[in-house]
């Protein structure tokens, strides 16, 4: 089975500190992994894709196949980093979603 | 930038209408996606598409359900007669290759009362 789980709905930090945003997968082969975001009043867009392998808007994911997970970081948060984070992973055509976190960023 | 565009952007309807969801993807895409939202819940895949043909489909994408590449530009989704749990947010998306971004459109709000 092919499942994305993100532990935290809400994630609320202040500016300027660190984030983490956790995602964990379970697939049985070797799938890909994204990082959508999804700004308010905005379309669902890619932010980062485990075989790119870069940083975008100062955000990093590293997959670590042996904790199964893909966890999204930033060293210092923005108040434009607010937004809806939804991990994906795709091991056939389709993408698997994760629930979602709401990163609030307070200023 | 091209982008996937979807109409109406919110369509409201009685249980057991038959509605239709549309989208224009990308223009040289050649793979497409439906997939929907119910509020409060996970983003869930519905349907790929390529050649005039489904390519994969979900356990959600019953017979009720059906897609179409009526012409060189949309892609529609019909729902045949629409349901209370029908009601989401259905979001179409497009991409070059099944490897490449899935570009998403910005969702159509199906609201069936």
């Known amino acids: 089975a092919q499942r994305v789980t993100q532990p935290e709905k809400l994630l609320s930090v202040f500016k300027g500190a660190p984030v983490e945003l956790k995602c964990n997968y379970s697939y049985s082969g070797s799938p890909e992994l994204f990082w959508y975001v999804q700004y308010s009043r905005q379309r669902l867009q890619l932010l980062l894709r485990h075989i790119s392998r870069e940083s975008i808007k100062g955000f990093t994911a590293d997959l670590n196949k042996g904790e199964t997970s893909f966890h999204l970081k930033k060293p210092f948060a923005q108040e434009e980093d607010s937004a809806m984070y939804y991990c994906?992973?795709?091991?056939?055509?389709?993408?698997?979603f994760g629930q979602g976190t709401r990163l609030t960023i307070n200023p | 930038e091209p982008e996937v565009t979807q109409t109406p952007s919110h369509q409201v309807t009685q249980m057991g209408q038959e509605v239709i969801l549309r989208c224009v993807p990308i223009s040289n895409h050649l793979y497409f996606y439906w997939y929907r939202q119910i509020l409060g819940q996970k983003v869930e895949f519905l349907v790929s598409?390529?050649?005039?043909?489904?390519?994969?489909k979900s356990e959600i994408f019953d017979d009720q359900f059906s897609v179409e590449r009526p012409d060189g530009s949309n892609f529609t989704l019909k729902i045949r007669s629409t349901k209370l749990e029908d009601s989401a947010m259905y979001f179409c998306?497009?991409?070059?290759?099944?490897?490449?971004?899935?570009?998403f459109g910005p969702g159509t709000r199906l609201t069936v009362l």
């Open positions: 598409f390529y050649n005039n043909e489904i390519s994969e």
């Open positions: 994906a992973l795709r091991g056939t055509q389709k993408l698997v």
């Open positions: 998306a497009s991409s070059e290759s099944p490897w490449d971004e899935q570009f």
